[in-house]
């Protein structure tokens, strides 16, 4: 390699995460190395805010508005309103079929809604495919993991770094071109693995990794775009209770270089630990917002999660009325069945 | 002993001649799109035919340069495989392979119908359309060369040397391609496009290229073909020879650089050395002709090759290039 070795300068990778209003979310780049005390600034932020659905929120980075998408006759998300504030850790959480994973889609592009807008940083992001949402600083993780498995762990990282030169088919043809990139996303993508204690594994293949070290790769190389947003689908499933505090520790550090987080999460205790605010969906609508604190305590939370009669025993008037309600709903579908049917039921009664 | 070398010589030539030049391209595109991107193109023979056609189309129907001609070919099998693509790329991989699987077998029959006899000249087939390349060779191709024992004609030379050049530039052009982030970029969408697409890349186009050029280079090994038999006829192109390629490319290493190359060498020696090999042998009475006649030698030789590849896929599943532990990751 000649002259081309320009270690030191980040090139095209100068434009980073922060880029926010509050003075927490334009935390210098290596904030994180420095060991201050952490700046809940989004947390600060958020105190004020009334604990309801759809709040408005003081520095808002994506705003969804009236999105609704179906699958033949489910509605698996319909949201009104929803604003995730800037530089904060937003936890999304819901019983199983909820919609979560399908709101993540639908926010990174890989699903279409049926209805609605979405805006990311006041853009609208609606039929954007996910390339170009990822190119806009919204990249996710996925639920099942996608680790590259053939590719080494420094290729899959090297994946990530946004603005490549040789990833045009022309100039991938000339090495001049981009081989001056290399050395400098090669030792980005190392300080990125160093801390994920990924780096004596850098030269393995993806696929000989564990689950957890593979969930520990793909954020990391989520972290290799340099993102305003970070979307994590369940960061923690599957992961060793000891792993589980490093990852933790790794997304508070998200928050720390000003980067926003919102993840979906089934464990309350690592919700609770580490979110600002937490968003509760259940049957694709969101029915409860506001601080970790305050969502144990939310009746609409606890009868999504237990149902709503979990603790009421039965009465007879009441089992009588749910009797007569269900008949009720019967005998209606019957008759709007149609009058075909409705005749000869009535032509049978009286012969 | 003596007709065993013959038989040897044979063996050699076919292994260097330009059938092996033909099947190396075919396998070298083949390993662009599924070695490399994890493209499945099972019509690569459809691309081979454009190739051949453009040139003998164009030359002998239309008394075009041969040049134009090569230009001609090259722009058909983009045009095909932009056309499987566009609709298809969106989808699973499986649709591509119907789509290639029906359109190789569909333009076979397109080509050989009556319809088309006017522009094709139906199952007659094209001829005499090699003559300008033919004249561009530094040596007098009315000549006989031998090489190592082996008997070539000057033109059949010709072709084969600008054959194994070309396949030379190509596998210099896959090298720099799959050494790039454009190879990091398409091997990865071989392990997972959604996780490509999350982090910025537009996969859609990515693999558009790898189609487009693996079908180009399907469609140099057309030209080949075509140059080396100087003639084209729609049955020479039969789908088998894409899945022949297939097995070449297995054998050879898939996602390697040389294993297309050395698989298609390979394949045609030991089809000509086992074809040769057992001729002689019942020849000279040392497989008795009650057991196998020579006319069961053509039969024979395939079940050869297919018990070869599946002691291959058994005992060295990664090919002769190929990293078993690479290979080895896909049974976790």
């Known amino acids: 390699m000649p002259a081309d070795h320009t270690p030191g300068q980040p090139a095209s990778h100068g434009a980073t995460a922060s880029s926010g209003a509050t003075p927490g979310a334009s935390a210098p780049e290596h904030a994180w190395r420095t060991g201050d005390a952490p700046r809940r600034v989004a947390q600060a932020a958020l105190k004020e805010l009334p604990w309801e659905v759809g709040v408005a929120k003081p520095d808002p980075t994506i705003v969804v508005d009236g999105v609704t998408r179906t699958f033949g006759g489910l509605t698996a998300v319909s949201v009104d309103h929803l604003e995730v504030q800037r530089g904060g850790i937003t936890g999304l959480i819901g019983p199983n079929g909820a919609g979560k994973t399908t709101l993540f889609n639908l926010l990174t592009g890989f699903d279409q809604p049926n209805t609605g807008t979405w805006s990311f940083d006041g853009r609208p992001l609606g039929k954007l495919a996910p390339h170009q949402v990822a190119r806009l600083g919204v990249v996710r993780t996925f639920q099942l993991t996608k680790a590259l498995s053939r590719l080494t762990v420094l290729q899959n990282m090297l994946l990530g770094a946004q603005g490549q030169k040789g990833e045009s088919f022309l100039r991938a043809l000339v090495p001049g071109t981009w081989r001056s990139q290399e050395p400098a996303n090669t030792e980005k993508a190392m300080e990125l693995l160093t801390r994920f204690k990924l780096d004596r594994k850098k030269d393995d293949f993806a696929g000989t990794l564990s689950g957890g070290q593979r969930k520990l790769l793909e954020m990391a190389r989520a972290l290799m775009s340099d993102p305003k947003v970070v979307m994590l689908d369940e960061p923690m499933a599957g992961v060793n209770p000891a792993l589980t505090q490093s990852l933790l520790g790794h997304v508070k550090d998200l928050r720390e270089q000003g980067m926003t987080v919102v993840f979906v999460e089934h464990d309350m205790d690592v919700v609770r630990d580490i979110s600002d605010w937490v968003v509760v969906m259940a049957a694709g609508k969101v029915i409860a917002e506001g601080p970790p604190e305050s969502i144990s305590q939310n009746q609409a939370v606890v009868d999504a999660y237990l149902g709503a009669h979990h603790d009421a025993p039965l009465t007879v008037e009441e089992e009588d009325r749910v009797l007569a309600e269900a008949e009720a709903a019967i005998a209606r579908e019957e008759n709007a069945e149609g009058d075909v049917i409705g005749s000869e039921t009535r032509r049978e009664e009286d012969r | 002993m003596g007709e065993l070398v013959d038989a040897l010589a044979v063996a050699l030539k076919a292994g260097l001649g330009f059938q092996a030049v033909f099947l190396a391209l075919l396998a070298i595109g083949i390993n662009v799109q599924f070695g ?205 020879n894409t899945f022949l390629a297939y097995a070449a490319l297995i054998l050879g290493g898939a996602a390697r650089v040389l294993g297309p190359v050395v698989g298609s060498m390979l394949m045609f020696f030991i089809i000509q050395f086992a074809d040769t090999g057992l001729r002689t042998l019942i020849g000279n009475g040392v497989i008795p002709e009650d057991l196998l006649s020579a006319t069961d030698v053509a039969q024979l030789r395939f079940v050869l090759i297919g018990l070869g590849l599946m002691l291959l896929l058994v005992f060295r599943p990664q090919g002769i290039f190929g990293d078993r532990r690479e290979v080895m990751l896909d049974a976790r």
Request: proline content about 2%; glycine content about 12%; overall charge positive.
């Open chain 2, 36 to 240: 490399y991107a994890g493209l499945l193109n099972f019509g690569q023979i459809a691309f081979a035919m454009l190739g051949g056609y453009g040139i003998a189309i164009s030359v002998s129907q239309w008394g075009l340069n041969f040049w134009v001609g090569v230009a001609v070919g090259i722009l058909a099998a983009v045009v095909l495989a932009l056309l499987l693509g566009l609709p298809t790329l969106r989808l699973r991989a499986d649709y591509l392979a119907i789509a290639t699987i029906a359109a190789a077998e569909g333009l076979r029959l397109l080509f050989r119908s009556v319809s088309a006899t006017p522009v094709t000249n139906g199952t007659r087939g094209l001829s005499g359309f090699n003559a300008d390349f033919v004249t561009l060779a530094p040596w007098d191709t009315a000549r006989r060369y031998g090489i190592l024992g082996t008997q070539w004609s000057g033109a059949e030379l010709w072709v084969t040397v600008i054959g194994w050049v070309l396949v030379a530039l190509s596998c210099l052009l896959i090298w720099l391609l799959v050494r790039s982030p454009w190879g990091r970029v398409v091997k990865s969408i071989r392990e997972d496009e959604d996780a490509v697409r999350s982090l910025g890349k537009n996969v859609y186009v990515y693999k558009m290229q790898a189609l487009v050029l693996g079908g180009v280079l399907g469609a140099l090994g057309g030209m080949v073909y075509a140059l080396g038999t100087a003639s084209a006829n729609p049955d020479q192109y039969q789908n088998a």
